[in-house]
């Protein structure tokens, strides 16, 4: 199983980004796909959740600034970022699970500078 996360970056406060995760080895229409952050001394959080109907979930901090969605055609998730914060920087991790596989990407570092 691989989770390849891309497209971080250095961007400008208030500007944007889209993060995208292509995913093999899995049936990927199956799993619930996931976005989750750690900053430097924070514990990994959920940012956005994806089911395989589409049906979504956003954590308070991001709602109406982030919008994640799926390729299942490309096994491909993605998150695009706007109003970006000094405080999203982090590094971003993809997450693939049903039932008791749960899989993690290696991460795309996002920095938001003021």
């Known amino acids: 199983v691989q989770l390849q996360a891309s497209g971080g970056g250095l961007v400008q406060a208030g500007g944007s980004l889209r993060l995208s995760c292509a995913a093999s080895g899995i049936i990927f229409s199956s799993y619930v796909m996931g976005w989750y952050r750690q900053a430097p001394g924070n514990q990994r959080e959920l940012v956005a959740q994806i089911g395989s109907r589409g049906n979504t979930n956003y954590a308070d901090f991001v709602k109406g600034r982030f919008t994640i969605s799926r390729d299942n055609a490309k096994n491909t998730v993605y998150l695009v970022m706007n109003s970006l914060k000094p405080e999203d920087t982090a590094v971003y991790y993809c997450?693939?699970?049903?039932?008791?596989?749960?899989?993690w990407g290696k991460g795309t570092q996002v920095t938001v500078s003021s």
């Open positions: 997450n693939a699970h049903w039932g008791y596989a749960d899989y």
